[in-house]
Each structure stands twice: as C-alpha cells, then as structure tokens.
C-alpha cells in the first residue's frame, strides 16, 4: 500500500512524498533517463525527449514540450534542455530548465529518496523550487508554475512505472 504525503506550501517551494513499493535503484533508473521524465509526467507538457540517461551533475538532455496541455498561455510547443544540477545515485536528482525565456526562469525540480527499512519499499519526494529563480520571473506572479496536485499526480504514475518494470518494451519494438 502506497501512502501520499504533501508539505504544506511555501512561498517558495512544493513537496510531496509516496511511499512506492520498489528499491530506490529501481526508481532512479526512471528518473535518470530522460524518456521517464516524459513517461512519468502528470502535466501533460512533456512529449518526447531526445539525449542519454543522466550520470553526474551536468548533463543534459532536450524534452519536447507542449504548453496547451496547460492551457494557461499560448505558448504551443517549444523545447527545453534540462540540466542536472544534483545527483547521487539512488538519493536524489534534480534538475533546471533553459527554454525559450530568457533570461532562464531558474526554477528546480526534483526527487530524493529514502529507503523504507523493510528493504523493498521507497519514500520518493518530488519538490518543485523557485527560491532561486531570476528577481524578473520571481515578482512576474508565474510561481507556481505546476501545482502541488501534479507532484502528486506524477509520483503516482513514477510507482505504476516502477511496478509495471519500466522501461516497458514497445509492441512495435518486439
């Protein structure tokens, strides 16, 4: 059984936790490729990602987005390249984004996990932070961006992923 978790909301931060019924190895081979950030997201804005799977602070990788799925402005598909900014295998990964703003929002995303002591389950949490965004976008009145509600959403679908043995391989694959 899964249990959600929310920290309440800050000014400048979001949080939300689940505990998902896998080792924290299982759920960072999820996170680190960058078709799991598109597999696992709960916005919509994600389509597709082009790059390898993360290994170090640093690297980067495209995803191709689609704000409409948002509906909140008329920004249509764009691309963005993420940038890993913390990693520690099967701890935590984070990440910012460089769009078509400039100058770069500065926002962070990202996920630490915590074993459970009976050894077979995860406490993942995925936090969305702005405390370092750029002065022009933090008085804009853009935070948050995604709600708390779509952290929660996407930790679902990361333990579904994770039960289900992603990366599934595709029919057309096979």
Known sequence: ???DTAVPTTTERLEASRTIPAEPHEVFAVLTDP???VAID???MLQSADGDRVQQVGDEFVVHMDR???GDLPMGRYDVTVTITAYEP???IAWTILGTVRPAIGHVYGYRLEPVEDGTSTVVTS????SDAHEDWRSSGIFPVIQ???LRGTLGILERAVLRGYPLESPRET
């Open 1 to 3: 059984m899964t249990q």
């Open 90 to 92: 099967d701890e935590e």
């Open 35 to 37: 078709q799991g950030h």
């Open 127 to 130: 936090y969305y932070d702005w």
């Open 148 to 150: 708390e509600s779509a």
């Open 42 to 44: 709960s916005s919509g």
């Open 68 to 70: 409409e799925s948002l």
